[in-house]
């Protein structure tokens, strides 16, 4: 879709001021999205995210057949299937080495 330069501005300083919030609910409208979009509902306090899809307005779309899930309520919320990769702690020889240099290799 064609968006004007203002609105893709306002757009990505919106993003931007609100990508890492804690316990944050977007407050943008879901009109504008395509059928069977995932969007945003909420982020709690522990960053989790929680989705939803908006429905599809006619049952006989072309992915009718194929197994695909969709929901035709508003309401559904999903919480996101990603998962966090944990952190590997440092070994204590890793932990305890340092490199010194003074630039020339």
Not at 41 to 52: F, G, I
Not at 57 to 65: A, K, V, Y
Not at 78 to 88: E, G, M, N, Q, T
Request: proline share 7%; hydrophobic share 30%; with cysteine.
């Amino acid at each position: 879709t064609c968006v004007a330069p203002d609105v893709f501005a306002e757009n990505m300083k919106l993003r931007e001021d609100t990508h890492h919030l804690a316990d944050y609910i977007p407050q943008c409208s879901i009109d504008s999205l395509f059928e069977g979009t995932w969007y945003l509902v909420r982020v709690d306090e522990k960053h989790r995210r929680t989705y939803a899809r908006r429905p599809f307005t006619n049952d006989h779309s072309l992915d009718e057949g194929m197994g695909l899930v969709h929901s035709n309520t508003a309401t559904e919320h999903i919480p996101s299937p990603a998962k966090k990769v944990p952190r590997l702690p440092a070994t204590s020889a890793e932990s305890e080495s340092a490199v010194i240099s003074d630039g020339e290799h």
